[in-house]
């Protein structure tokens, strides 16, 4: 009572096929064939279509965003340094201006409390930080707000917006 197994496809032509005729049951074997749909095609085959459209839609998106908003990008958050635009990023701070020596260059400095978990107390401490002054306006003194830019040089990651308050008017 030993069943065999139904006979291989014989050439790639059968394989590739849309159908192949092969017997399907031991009845069946005895002259009747029946038609069999071929397999699905190989998920490699699916997955190349898939990445296609996927890299046609991205396409499709990119020229949409450049046509769209090609002046809004320009101004929004950027600030023009040597006639490049400078986006900003990141957090914003304001603080107290120390140090001017620098050209263009200005030392803020705030403070800020930490919590000390052994004492149950808050502790004082102090960042300081070098900012790029575009108009070299801000004099020591001045309370300025400072935002987070792309590195301008070795020790400038910030640039100065505003002049929130002047030392002079204090």
């Known amino acids: 009572m030993s069943?065999?197994?139904p006979p291989k496809p014989a050439s790639k032509s059968e394989r590739h096929g849309n159908e192949v005729t092969m017997p399907a049951s031991k009845s069946e074997r005895h002259g009747n064939e029946v038609t069999?749909?071929?397999?699905a095609p190989k998920k490699a085959e699916q997955h190349a279509?898939?990445?296609e459209r996927a890299a046609r839609e991205r396409s499709d998106r990119v020229e949409r965003k450049t046509d769209a908003q090609p002046a809004a990008k320009a101004t929004a958050?950027?600030?023009i340094i040597k006639g490049k635009a400078v986006s900003?990023?990141?957090r914003t701070f304001t603080g107290t201006v120390i140090s001017n020596r620098?050209?263009?260059?200005?030392?803020v400095e705030w403070e800020r409390r930490k919590y000390v978990p052994k004492y149950q107390r808050y502790e004082k401490r102090r960042t300081r930080v070098k900012a790029h002054d575009e108009a070299n306006a801000a004099e020591v003194g001045d309370i300025v707000e400072i935002v987070e830019t792309r590195p301008i040089s070795k020790t400038k990651n910030?640039?100065?917006?505003?002049?929130?308050k002047s030392a002079e008017n204090s």
């Open 88 to 90: 900003t990023r990141g």
């Open 158 to 164: 910030f640039m100065v917006t505003r002049i929130v």
């Open 49 to 51: 279509g898939e990445q």
């Open 77 to 79: 958050g950027a600030v």
């Open 3 to 5: 069943e065999t197994k």
């Open 102 to 107: 620098m050209t263009k260059t200005v030392t």
């Open 36 to 39: 069999v749909p071929a397999k």
